[in-house]
């Protein structure tokens, strides 16, 4: 799903993040990114997501380079990612719309489908407000809502295009611990329903443990090469009461604190 | 603003008027009743066709200037390239009062509509493009890569972000505009024309002595100010609704 073959990406005029940095993901992997903030793991996502290019070397999802977003992959970001002007199912039914905005162009050229779905309908929008349990909340605007119900509007909005990649840049943090914990189980339970293939980036260490069930450990940039931490269990849904789930936090735990070996 | 307060505000206005012409009690302010006898009798002789042209007048300008203003907002505040040529250009006109070109205007356009139409698109369209282009480029980045990465090109980006973020902002800076363009058009049609609110003040009624028409004719363009401010205000409501929730 995601090739990372000796990509080099600095920002203008500074050091570089990662430096020949190689990594692969397999399709219908969960995966969690973790590592001390300034370390890139927003960056890796922008990357993926086709927001930035690297400066060298190639990456490609799904077999394609990605010099631009592709529909097919979901991007939920922390905060800040929904229309302030529209309400939450006009946030939702926005990918509907942009896919009729562009239907002239569904179809056209072959590689990764650039826009949405030309053929969404309002059922399927209702579908996902009720799966995602917001449907009471259609008719309100993101600043009358808690964050967990905005980040809920969020992956509603990225799975109606129905995406074979789901990226999540520490979708969660500013969420209090109950909810964080709810919308983690909802994570894990939609990627069973979908298959999607999950890449979470976090700096909470126990959020790395549920969701991925294989972890990217990122030390100080430049990051060169890919410290993997095994985590198969993750995905149960009371994972976090066995003792396995708090080995491996201790596991992570030391990784990060020492050098990546 | 809720219906009664502005009635309440509109009679009060009024008993301050009568109150204030009783104590003057001179022909150069005559009261209110005075005044909305010759408004009635004014009207159908003339003051309601100047009233239709300088409402005209300005709802051409006010039309025109938001269709030139906000697209070229919206481009110089998503391509910061194109900001940085023409921001030093639009930093030294904006403050310029452009109503010292009006003699100017007037040898080039002549004594006719276009000369005030584009007075005042002038003050305006600088007004709006400043608000829009400004509005556009505070823009979250989140929100425009959330937008993105659900696949939308730059026309979807315009369409679906950048124009509905834009335009209650527009709406406001032409609500705040209103009345700087309504004296702008007072004082245009003051001279060297032969019809407008101003041309009807100034000329036909203070000219010739004629006092309750002459306030006539500032209730008129009181009125006309009042209207657009209404109709924008309306319009903002309609189109921006998130800007008015309450909690």
């Known amino acids: 799903m995601i090739d990372a073959d000796r990509v080099t990406f600095a920002y203008a005029e500074q050091a ?6 190689s990594w692969h993901v397999s399709a219908g992997e969960a995966w969690a990114v973790i590592g001390p903030s300034g370390c890139g793991k927003s960056t890796l996502l922008y990357l993926i997501a086709g927001l930035r290019q690297p400066n060298a070397g190639r990456l490609a999802v799904d ?3 990605v010099p631009r977003p592709r529909a097919s992959t979901g991007l939920i970001l922390q905060d800040y990612g929904l229309l302030p002007w529209a309400t939450v199912r006009e946030n939702v039914a926005l990918v509907m719309r942009m896919g009729r905005f562009y239907r002239d162009k569904s179809g056209a050229g072959e590689g990764p489908r650039p826009y949405p779905r030309a053929e969404i ?3 399927q929008v209702d579908a996902w407000l009720d799966r995602l349990g917001i449907a009471d909340l259609r008719d309100k605007y993101p600043a009358q809502i808690s964050g967990g119900q905005r980040q809920r509007t969020a992956i509603a909005r990225s799975l109606l295009q129905q995406p074979n990649l789901l990226l ?3 979708p969660f943090s500013s969420l209090d611990a109950l909810t964080r914990e709810d919308l983690q189980r909802l994570t894990v339970e939609l990627r069973q329903e979908t298959g999607v293939t999950t890449v979470v980036v976090t700096h909470n260490i126990e959020e790395a443990v549920y969701l991925g069930q294989r972890i990217l450990v990122l030390g100080r940039a430049p990051t060169a090469r890919a410290h993997v931490i095994e985590n198969p269990a993750a995905g149960a849904p009371d994972y976090r009461g066995r003792p396995v789930f708090w080995e491996r936090c201790m596991e992570l735990r030391s990784a990060l604190a020492g050098e990546p070996v | 603003m809720r219906r009664r307060d502005l009635a309440l505000g509109i009679i009060s206005l009024i008993v301050a008027w009568q109150v204030l012409a009783w104590i003057v009690h001179a022909p150069v302010l005559p009261g209110a009743w005075d005044v909305l006898q010759a408004l009635v009798r004014e009207t159908p002789r003339g003051l309601g066709r100047h009233f239709v042209i300088s409402g005209w007048r300005v709802l051409a300008s006010i039309v025109i200037s938001m269709l030139v203003a906000v697209p070229v907002g919206l481009i110089l505040g998503q391509s910061p390239r194109l900001n940085r040529i023409f921001s030093p250009v639009i930093y030294i006109v904006y403050p310029i009062p452009k109503i010292v070109f009006l003699p100017i205007i007037l040898l080039f356009l002549g004594i006719g509509n276009t000369s005030k139409i584009f007075i005042i698109f002038l003050i305006l369209f600088f007004q709006i493009l400043v608000v829009v282009r400004d509005q556009a480029s505070i823009l979250r980045p989140e929100l425009i890569y ?7 090109g730059r026309r979807a980006l315009f369409r679906f972000v950048y124009l509905p973020a834009t335009i209650p902002a527009a709406l406001t800076a032409l609500r705040v505009g209103i009345g700087t363009a309504i004296a702008v058009l007072f004082f245009a049609e003051s001279f060297a024309t032969t019809s407008g609110l101003g041309y009807y003040i100034i000329v036909e009624s203070w000219g010739r002595l004629a006092y309750p ?5 500032v209730v008129a363009m009181s009125v006309l100010g009042l209207l657009l401010y209404f109709a924008a205000d309306a319009l903002e409501r309609r189109l921006a609704p998130w800007m008015f929730l309450r909690e």
């Open chain 1, 63 to 65: 077999g394609w380079p």
């Open chain 1, 121 to 123: 309908t309002e059922a």
């Open chain 1, 168 to 170: 999540m840049d520490e």
């Open chain 2, 213 to 217: 028409e002459m306030y006539a004719g």
């Open chain 2, 146 to 152: 959330s937008v993105r990465s659900l696949g939308a």
């Open chain 1, 16 to 21: 570089p993040v990662f430096q020949e940095f």
